[in-house]
C-alpha cells in the first residue's frame, strides 16, 4: 500500500528478514512456478458466514526475535476471511466516507491513502495533513458517527481476531498506521504509487502483530486485478475483496508466514480499509476521532 514504502524496516531482524523476501523471491523466479494463482482461499462470489474461513500457517521465527506478551503475541498463526462482521451498509457508509475524504485531494498516481488516525493524506506528489489543511471545512466530510461506526468496527474485528488465534481482545491494541486505500490503473509516480510489491507487514510498518483489511468494493464488477495474494514458498494463495453483499474483512498474523501483495488493478477503483493491532502497549493508538 502507498504507506508501506513510507518506513524502512525497523529492528536488529530487520535485514535477515529482508533477506529471506530476496531468497524466497529468487527461489520463484528461478522454479516452474512463475506465479500463477495456484489457490483462491476464498472467491468474490462466496458468502462466508456465520463463521470466518481459517487456514493455519506455522508461524515463522520473527515473533521470537520480539518481546512476548502473552495472551496476545502468536503463538498459532495464519490468516482467514469472513463475510459476517460488516453489513453492506456499513461498507457503504465508510466507502463513501473515503469517497469524500480522498476527493479532497489524492495521488497523482494509483494508489492514495487518507490515514484517519494521522490525517495523512495523499495529494499530488506527497501527503498533507488533512485536518490541518482543511480545518474547519473536516466538518463537511466527516461525522461523529464516521468515527463512531470505524470505533465499532474496529472492535468487531479485534473480537474476530482474538476468538479466531485464541487472544485476549483486552491485550490487543489499535495500532498505527490505519487508513483508507484508493486504487486504480493510473501509471505510479512516486514509490509511493507502487502498493504491489511483495512485503511482510510486521516488518514494513514495525509495531503489527495482526493484520485486518475491511473491504469497501468488489473485485470483477468495481475493478479488476486487485487481488489481495499471499505468496507461499509452495504457490499463491488469494482473496477477492468484495463489498457488494457484505463487507469482507481478511485478517493474518503479520509476520513472514504471511508475505503478501496486492495484484495490479487493471480497471476500475478499488477502496479498502487497513486496521491493524499490536500487543506492545507501547505502540498502541486511540481509536481516531474527530479533531
Ligand atoms: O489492500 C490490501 O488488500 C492489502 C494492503 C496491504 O498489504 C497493506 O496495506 O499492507
Ligand atoms: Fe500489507
Known amino acids: 500500500m502507498a504507506l508501506l514504502r513510507m518506513r524502512a524496516p525497523q529492528g536488529a531482524n530487520a535485514t535477515e528478514i529482508e533477506k529471506k523476501i530476496k531468497r524466497g523471491n529468487a527461489l520463484r523466479q528461478g522454479s516452474a512456478w512463475r506465479g500463477e494463482v495456484t489457490e483462491t482461499l476464498v472467491s468474490r462470489g462466496e458468502l462466508v458466514s456465520p463463521h470466518p474461513r481459517i487456514y493455519s500457517v506455522p508461524c ?3 515473533y521470537n526475535n520480539h518481546k512476548r506478551y502473552p495472551g496476545c503475541s502468536p503463538q498459532k498463526c495464519g490468516r482467514a476471511v469472513t463475510d459476517s462482521i460488516v453489513t453492506r451498509e456499513e461498507a457503504e457508509t465508510l ?3 473515503a ?5 479532497l485531494a489524492g495521488s497523482e498516481g494509483g494508489a492514495s491513502i487518507l490515514d484517519l488516525h494521522s490525517g ?5 506528489k506527497q501527503f498533507v495533513n488533512i485536518y490541518r489543511y482543511f480545518g474547519e471545512q473536516i466538518g463537511e466530510v466527516f461525522t461523529e458517527e464516521d468515527f463512531q461506526l470505524y470505533k465499532d ?9 482474538a476468538e479466531t ?4 481482545p483486552a491485550l490487543m491494541f489499535l495500532t498505527k498506521p490505519t487508513f483508507f486505500s484508493r ?3 493510473t501509471i505510479a509516480q512516486t514509490q509511493h504509487d507502487e502498493y504491489w510489491h511483495p512485503h511482510i507487514d510486521k516488518v514494513t510498518y514495525g509495531s503489527f502483530d495482526y493484520t485486518s483489511l475491511l473491504y469497501l468494493s468488489d473485485y470483477g464488477s468495481d475493478f479488476s486485478g486487485g487481488r489481495f495474494i499471499f505468496m507461499d514458498p509452495n504457490g499463491n494463495r488469494t482473496v477477492e475483496p468484495r463489498a457488494g453483499l457484505k463487507g469482507r474483512v481478511s485478517f493474518f498474523s503479520s509476520g513472514t508466514e504471511n508475505l503478501h501483495r496486492v495484484e495490479k488493478v487493471s480497471w476500475g477503483t478499488r477502496f479498502a480499509i487497513t486496521v491493524s493491532f499490536t500487543c506492545d502497549p507501547a505502540h498502541a493508538i486511540a481509536d481516531p476521532a474527530m479533531p
Open 183 to 185: 486504487i486504480n490503473s
Open 120 to 124: 495523512a493524506l495523499s495529494m499530488g
Open 95 to 97: 466507502k463513501r466516507l
Open 165 to 168: 488465534f485464541g487472544l485476549d
Open 153 to 161: 468496527v474496529r472492535g468487531r474485528i479485534q473480537a474476530v481476531i
Open 99 to 103: 469517497e469524500r475524504g480522498l476527493a
Open 60 to 62: 515463522s521465527e520473527d
